[in-house]
């Protein structure tokens, strides 16, 4: 079984809708990321979360609220998705330590009409 | 923020040729890691480099790190259609600590048979 899971793994909504993208994680991992990625952009990070009760915002928040509902539980929200938020989005993990590998979910392909 | 550049942006190489993939930092580089996308998918951990001079080996794969020039080198030998994918160097923006990365665009790299 993946250590990252993330659900669902593609999704096609419309304007206005919300959407909640879910990743789990089995590595017990403290953090918590979710980052989007975009042709020519790259990755950049949205929010991340050191625990439970430590929320960060990312480079790119605006539109975007998350969840960190237990230590291996963190989920992206779309209020209100607009197109311009189409785009594939990560969801990755690591430990306290310097060192720790930084591991990635397979990715939510999310398309909004 | 720390800004990472890839170079080159695209590569096309016949399959046994040797290649090498930069990522240059506008700041100092406190860890640098390498992963592999295939197109659409979700990222796999290559190498972390931390140290000056430090160079890791994984198969035919090689990454090195120069701390003066700001710069980590990717070097496939001998290049397989299997390592087509496209490569991202990720780096700490966090003084050291490494909790909150920053991705470089990524190199397309095609290895044609």
């Known amino acids: 079984d993946a250590d990252v899971t993330q659900t669902p793994r593609n999704r096609i909504t419309k304007t206005g809708k919300r959407i909640m993208l879910e990743c789990s994680q089995t590595?017990?991992?403290?953090?918590m990321y979710w980052y989007r990625q975009d042709p020519g952009l790259g990755l950049r990070l949205i929010y991340y979360?050191?625990?439970?009760?430590?929320?960060n915002k990312g480079e790119i928040s605006d539109g975007y609220s998350v969840s960190r509902q237990a230590q291996a539980k963190f989920s992206l929200s779309l209020e209100s998705a607009i197109p311009n938020q189409t785009a594939l989005y990560f969801c990755?993990?690591?430990?306290?330590?310097?060192?720790?590998?930084?591991?990635f979910g397979p990715g939510t392909r999310l398309t909004v009409l | 923020s720390q800004e990472l550049e890839q170079s080159p942006q695209s590569l096309i190489v016949q399959e046994g040729k040797n290649l090498t993939i930069n990522c240059t930092s506008s700041?100092?580089?406190?860890?640098l890691y390498w992963y592999k996308q295939k197109y659409g998918e979700g990222l796999i951990f290559l190498m972390m480099?931390?140290?000056?001079?430090e160079e890791k080996s994984h198969e035919k794969i090689t990454a090195k790190l120069d701390e003066k020039k700001q710069q980590s080198s990717l070097h496939i030998t001998a290049s397989q259609p299997s390592h087509a994918g496209i490569y991202l160097c990720?780096?700490?923006?966090?003084?050291?600590?490494?909790?909150?990365?920053?991705f470089g665009k990524g190199t397309l790299l095609t290895v044609n048979p």
């Open positions: 590595k017990g991992h403290d953090r």
């Open positions: 480099l931390q140290k000056g001079g």
């Open positions: 979360s050191f625990d439970v009760k430590d929320i």
């Open positions: 990755a993990t690591r430990g306290r330590i310097s060192t720790d590998t930084q591991y």
């Open positions: 700041k100092t580089l406190y860890g």
């Open positions: 990720g780096a700490d923006r966090s003084g050291g600590s490494n909790y909150k990365l920053t």
